[in-house]
């Protein structure tokens, strides 16, 4: 017997009915219940193949009926077992859901004051049911997947980002057609970003500890649903219409050549742990659809909430794969990220493969040759912290890129030797065979965590209104409010508040490497110090499109540098640099590097301005045969004098960015040599005039006279 087949699976309308199938090995009867408005719902007896797939074909089935399973077998659960057949189970292929969890309902598979005891009750109408839907075209594809070295991310809840939105119609906010409206699109395209990089969006349900609080998980990472768009994202209309809405979304944003990746949570379910409600897979085979522990008396859980998907099963990863090529093929989108990534890549004893049978399939898989594959590369089991290691065609976050960027604007850095690592693209830990520096997804802030100007307004956390005391969310902020906790008057505090949002947008977007936005970050979106929102379904959380004239400036300066990356490849290499000399069309060198460091004399840093822990000024160049670029970040608390570089590096210079006020800055443009104020606490963008050629050199330097070395401060 074996327990893999490659047969459909779900319900599929075919001719004169549809076709109904569920892998379930260990079951020894399933059930197919058709729900519908008679008071009784037809109960139809499946039959079992040899791979453990229960099929039944039913006449005259058509799109919009409701169904789900029930499945008996041994009850159990100390071997890890516990089917109940009183229990309605969901369709794991269902590919539309409707309704949710009543956790006053009889929805658990034991006795709530007995786990161990099956509970009789009939669980029907306390939990989602499947909808049978028809195939419909694919929304229009993109005209372009654009590299990652073209690519700006906007981490951006759906809801969350036009619930409060001015122009999206009342009836739209808060909707897949909220983030069609053209409003919406508009919006993104003058931003310049290239991708939305949306917020769960399979279907989920709450946590029933959060749902007893009055709370409903806002986030979205408690999937029941791997093929459903989450239905409560439905602007109005009839049930199931949320896949055609999820498609007219995917259109609009391809339209405007805006790609859609989504943040996808394979690693558990919204069963949670053993204790939990039982609504599809565990009532299903729950010993091979979780892990388990050795004696199967408890999940082996490395996700930290309740349970961990079994993709040491090749049909557990083929529902995985099969997911994702629905979601490409039939729904449009163009990659995903990846939750907890190194909880899909363990074997069956629970430790981490390299080369997992899962990681080869979705390498391999030609539907997925071109999208963005992007780990979140940690769990929390052991060996969870795989930063680095997810090979060719994958990008991850990089927490590294994270941690030290918040750390050199708050002035606890400790020099400038990793910020320099960084800005390159962390070769440290990506420069692998096969990888590039768009390995690196550089952010500063994410949905988990203070928004960018809550990292710069709060020393602590404020999540009180999430019902747990304050005991939730990381203390390991690496924030720093300026002088005061949370909102002032104060309208230095303020200002320099801006400021530091602007220099890390600057950082991570001049960064080599792909940079990741958080939606409203670029004008000042607020959660009060509130840093794990999950449970936020409010004002706390959505989008406040109220933006005051101060943070306007803020939007502006952030898209004015978005479209200078991009104007410009040499500010988003897609290779690593190392102190390359540039030559000419004909082989001349040119006396210019690709890329350096640059001390505050003009000359590259010494060996003593690297060792100094307490030196809080960098200067970055970078060049390529057309054009040259020299950023300073400076996270001092004085300005700073220096003296730019000779001809060799550029013929002359002009302020191309910064995240200073006009005003603090010298009037250019400057010559070689000349002697620029970098502000306190500021990025200085400088653009270059280069020579491409060495004539073009020769003449450059014949027309400059380099100072005296005393000049120069040596």
């Not at 077992?81 to 539309?96: E, G, S, V």
Request: charged share 25%; proline share 6%; net charge negative.
């Amino acid at each position: 017997m074996t327990l893999y087949t490659s047969a459909p699976l779900g319900a599929r309308i075919v001719e004169d009915g549809a076709r109904f199938s569920v892998w379930a090995p260990s079951a020894t009867s399933v059930r197919l219940v058709l729900v519908t408005d008679r008071p009784t719902p037809s109960e139809l007896d499946m039959h079992r193949s040899d791979d453990g797939v229960w099929t039944r074909f039913v006449p005259g089935v058509r799109p919009g009926q409701l169904y789900g399973f029930r499945a008996d077998g041994p009850w159990e659960p100390e071997q890890g077992q516990r089917f109940n057949p009183h229990k309605f189970l969901l369709d794991p292929y269902a590919r539309a859901i409707i309704g949710g969890v009543d956790f006053r309902g009889d929805i658990r598979g034991h006795r709530r004051d007995a786990p161990h005891i099956m509970d009789t009750n009939d669980s029907l109408g306390s939990v989602p049911l499947g909808m049978v839907v028809a195939d419909t075209p694919p929304p229009a594809p993109v005209a372009r997947r654009r590299p990652m070295s073209e690519s700006v991310i906007y981490e951006m809840h759906l809801r969350g980002f036009t619930k409060l939105h001015p122009h999206v119609p009342d009836h739209l906010r808060g909707s897949y057609l909220g983030i069609a409206d053209p409003a919406v699109v508009e919006y993104l395209l003058g931003l310049g970003v290239t991708a939305v990089e949306l917020l769960p969006v399979h279907h989920f349900v709450s946590e029933p500890f959060i749902a007893l609080k009055g709370l409903r998980n806002y986030w979205g990472y408690n999937t029941l649903g791997f093929f459903a768009p989450h239905a409560m994202y439905k602007a109005h209309g009839m049930a199931g219409d949320q896949i055609t809405h999820f498609k007219q979304m995917v259109s609009a944003l391809h339209e405007a050549g805006i790609e859609v990746i989504l943040d996808v949570v394979y690693n558990h379910t919204a069963e949670g742990g053993i204790d939990g409600p039982t609504l599809s897979f565990r009532g299903l085979d729950q010993r091979s659809y979780y892990r388990m522990s050795n004696d199967y008396g408890s999940d082996y859980d490395v996700t930290g909430v309740g349970n961990s998907v079994n993709t040491a099963h090749p049909m557990v990863r083929r529902l995985i794969i099969d997911s994702m090529r629905y979601w490409v093929q039939e729904l449009g989108v163009d990659g995903f990220r990846f939750d907890l990534a190194t909880a899909l890549f363990r074997d069956s004893e629970h430790h981490v493969v390299k080369d997992h049978e899962l990681l080869r399939s979705i390498n391999e898989d030609p539907a997925f040759q071109d999208i963005k594959l992007i780990a979140e590369p940690w769990d929390i089991g052991p060996f969870g912290y795989q930063v680095g290691n997810f090979g060719a065609g994958w990008s991850e976050w990089n927490d590294k890129f994270r941690d030290h960027v918040r750390d050199f604007w708050r002035g606890h850095a400790g020099g400038v030797n990793e910020l320099a690592t960084r800005l390159a693209g962390s070769p440290d830990i990506f420069d692998r065979p096969d990888r590039g520096p768009q390995a690196s997804v550089n952010f500063v802030t994410a949905h988990d965590g203070f928004t960018m100007r809550d990292l710069v307004s709060y020393d602590v956390k404020h999540n009180q209104a999430n019902g747990e005391s304050n005991r939730d969310g990381t203390d390991n902020n690496r924030s720093w409010n300026h002088g005061w906790e949370g909102e002032t008057e104060d309208a230095g505090i303020n200002a320099l508040r801006r400021r530091q949002v602007l220099n890390f947008q600057a950082t991570q977007l001049l960064a080599v490497g792909t940079p990741m936005i958080v939606a409203g970050d670029e004008f000042g979106r607020t959660q009060r110090g509130n840093n794990n929102a999950y449970c936020q379904d409010t004002p706390v959380s959505w989008v406040n499109w109220d933006i005051d004239d101060e943070w306007r400036v803020v939007q502006d300066k952030v898209r004015a540098l978005i479209a200078l990356r991009r104007r410009h490849p040499v500010l988003r290499s897609d290779r690593y640099r190392y102190h390359r000399e540039l030559v000419d069309p004909d082989g001349e060198p040119l006396s210019r590097i690709d890329l350096t460091w640059v001390d505050r004399d003009g000359a590259l840093m010494s060996p003593n301005a690297w060792s100094d822990g307490s030196r809080q000024l960098l200067g970055m160049y970078v060049s390529d045969l057309e054009s040259a670029f020299l950023a300073w970040f400076n996270a001092g608390a004085g300005e700073e004098e220096i003296t730019l570089p000779g001809p060799e590096s550029a013929r002359g210079w002009e302020v191309a960015w910064s995240s200073a006020d006009g005003s603090e800055l010298t009037p250019g443009p400057y010559g070689p040599y000349e002697v620029v104020t970098v502000p306190a606490r500021s990025v200085l963008l400088l653009a270059g005039d280069v020579a491409r050629t060495a004539a073009e050199l020769e003449a450059a330097k014949a027309a400059v006279t380099p100072p005296a070395p005393a000049d120069l401060g040596e």
